[in-house]
């Protein structure tokens, strides 16, 4: 049977070395590439009619643009508006890479901890930034809970800085681990289908075809999700709790 | 004269009597937002999921810092144990906050109207 967790090795295309530092292109790096490559491609093309009444295409564009910016509206409220090229890119960068590891012999770059772990802590120091330069010292009375008694403050503001700093852990565990299941799950009972000959193998298979089904609905949702919380992160920065 | 004043009346009533249909017809739509949406099916799934890294990360991060602390101290099992229990502390208040089991606060951002009454701790102003 084919080894489920395959699909997530990391094979170098070109070698690089950079000083000692491995920069190696691989189709890790290939399918970053790619995923820049498709947003860039899907909203330039799709809007270079610039119609009055859109197309399929430009509306697909224009849907994800209000998507986001209603979304910011909502959570974060006007001040929210400067943060939209960010909030926007992260969003698309996100979907594209899920919805790109669907297809097939697709790579799942969201499947690696590390690639959810750098989107988490930019997001992480960024939001940090905006919320000191907005309030300056102010910002650390974010860690001390109101309508608490003094008593235990000493146990409430270390419980409250290490919830804060455990958003960047569960913000890139949260994607990664839905990528990664999805894909496992998918693969294994994948694997099922040969093996069960020509009778078996069809309950696995469809099986399959509903998991394609579902693993989109979780590719769209993981970005939305990852993307909500940006704006969630933003608002407490920019309003204090 | 008073035709003039009169189509003038009518016209504006055209546009109001337009902008409430508008309203109308917009209405059932703009309640349709994301977020009133009905949850997606095998939301239980997405649930768990969510829970359990909020959980997780918590642990993580307080067992992470408890074991730096006690590296850099040679107090080697002290501070891990200690901030063992406080992440798991930590993860906990995540699971209750991103449940919606309690708020951050129970004071709104647009209302701080209980900010100086019966919160001694906001009201006590840090340095700036």
Known sequence: MANPIEQFTIRPLVEINLGGLDATFTNASAFMLLTVATVTLFLSLSMRGRALVPGRWQSMAELSYEFIAGLLRDNVGTEGRRFFPFVFTLFMFILFANMLGLMPYGFTITSHIIVTFVLAIVVFIGVTAVGIMRHGLKFFSYFVPSGVPAAVLPLMIPIEIISYLSRPISLSVRLFA???????????????????????????????????????????????????????????????? | MPKKINENNNSEDDIDDLGRRIK?????????????????????????????????????????????????????????????????????????????????????????????????????????
């Open chain 1, 178 to 241: 839905n990528m990664t299941a999805g894909h496992i799950m998918m693969k294994v009972f994948a694997g099922f289908v040969i093996p069960l000959g020509i009778f078996g193998g069809w309950a696995p298979l469809g099986v399959d075809v509903l998991l394609v089904g579902f693993e989109f609905l979780v590719a769209f949702l993981q970005a939305y999700v990852f993307t909500v919380l940006t704006c969630l992160y933003l608002h407490d920065a920019i309003h204090l709790h």
């Open chain 2, 24 to 128: 109308a017809a917009r209405g059932p739509e703009s309640t349709d937002s994301p977020k009133n949406q009905a949850p997606p099916p095998n939301e239980g799934v997405g649930q768990a999921m969510r829970v359990g890294a909020e959980l997780l990360s918590g642990l993580i991060v307080g067992a992470g810092i408890g074991w730096f602390i006690d590296g850099w101290l040679e107090t080697r099992p002290l501070f891990m144990i200690v901030f063992f229990f406080l992440g798991a502390g930590a993860g906990i208040l995540n699971v209750y906050r991103s449940t919606g089991l309690i708020e951050r606060n129970d004071t709104n951002h647009d209302a701080n109207n209980n900010k100086n009454t019966n919160n001694p701790i906001d009201s006590k102003d840090l340095p700036e």
